[in-house]
């Protein structure tokens, strides 16, 4: 069984930084690990993505501002965010996909900007 524990956020006044760390249990090859994030009424959405290789996605609002980065041999993903919004208030979330196509979350973190 594998379990996703993410770590930080929390609050944040705007133009602030918070980091947020994602790790998974267990001895696996994961093929993606990523950030989404919902806010009370709306959809949950992708922040930012990183594939094994380190090819990165980012969504258009945080570009400029957040940083994904991982480390695989750990199946640890991270996201640094910098310059925060009030807008960036939401539950994040972590999500781990192996590369045997097993997908797992982690419960959500909440962030909040606000001054």
């Known amino acids: 069984q594998v379990h996703v524990v993410e770590s930080g956020g929390g609050l944040a006044q705007p133009g602030g930084s918070l980091s947020l760390s994602c790790a998974a249990s267990?001895?696996?090859?994961?093929?993606?690990m990523g950030w989404y994030r919902q806010s009370p009424g709306s959809q949950r959405e992708l922040v930012a993505g990183?594939?094994?290789?380190?090819?990165?996605t980012l969504a258009e609002s945080v570009k400029g501002r957040f940083t994904i980065s991982q480390d695989v041999a750990n199946n640890t993903v991270y996201l640094q965010m910098n310059r925060l919004k009030p807008e960036d208030t939401a539950v994040y979330y972590c999500?781990?996909?192996?590369?045997?196509?097993?997908?797992?979350w982690g419960e959500g973190i909440q962030v909040t900007v606000s001054s």
């Open positions: 999500n781990i996909k192996r590369a045997d196509g097993m997908d797992y």
């Open positions: 267990g001895s696996f090859f994961s093929r993606y």
């Open positions: 990183i594939y094994r290789r380190g090819t990165t």
